[in-house]
């Protein structure tokens, strides 16, 4: 055998052990950088007004004649309708519900019976961009009762019944700011930890958004992690918060 021949099993068997050094070396770097790395949180916020107004105008009357009462909660309805129209609400932004009677005498497995037989109740919905009118005319709902109009009494209304409820939508058009503000905030709240460790910010190891929050403007406390959105809607002004979680790692 020749020494060229002999040189190349050689040569391969050199190029060989440079290759598998040069492979583990990279992996022992990836899991000492796997064991080097900060976990920070990143903090968005935004006041934001609400755009959307819903508003339950429930009413009811009783009597003992179903006739005369329920005459009378159409005069209630036409004066909610007509109330409506003065404070400049549009019929678009209207809507009217059926009627319901409850016939206080129908179970027959009572023993007692109420003072007056029949109630009648009707509600009167409003939804509209127009969260200013809506507000405006909230505060003029005395004027109804001045009119003899019982607005959202009686246990059968369920709780918050005739309360405007304000809804903010716009979500979608500022998550992906609030998102990039996060992110930012997360690496300079890393980058003041690397400072500290003598270190430098790298790459992304690992990265989760939070949930957005949606609460009341005038909410102090922070919601839970994870936690759903403020569904009571009686701020106009509400407070819009996400949180990230980024893994960075630390390099010398």
Known sequence: MTSKQLAYPSLILALGLVLGAWILGSKI??????????????????AVKSDLAIWPLPFREAGNDLKATFAKSEEDRQAVLDFLSQQGIPNSDITVGQPSVIDTQANEFGNSHPPN???VQQQVSVRSTNVDQVAAAVQKTRELVGRGVVLGAGQNYGPGSGSVSYVFTGLNAIKPEMITEATRNARAAAERFA??????????RQASQGLFTITSADNTSAPAEGGMPDLSGGSMMKKVRVVTTIDYYLEK
Do not use: C, N, P, Q
Not at 29 to 46: C, K, P, Q, T, W
Not at 195 to 204: L, P
């Open 29 to 46: 770097r990836d899991i000492r950088m796997a064991d080097h790395y900060v976990s920070v949180r990143g903090l968005a916020e935004r």
């Open 117 to 119: 037989r029949f109630i």
């Open 195 to 204: 400072a500290d460790a003598g270190s430098k910010v790298g790459t992304i």
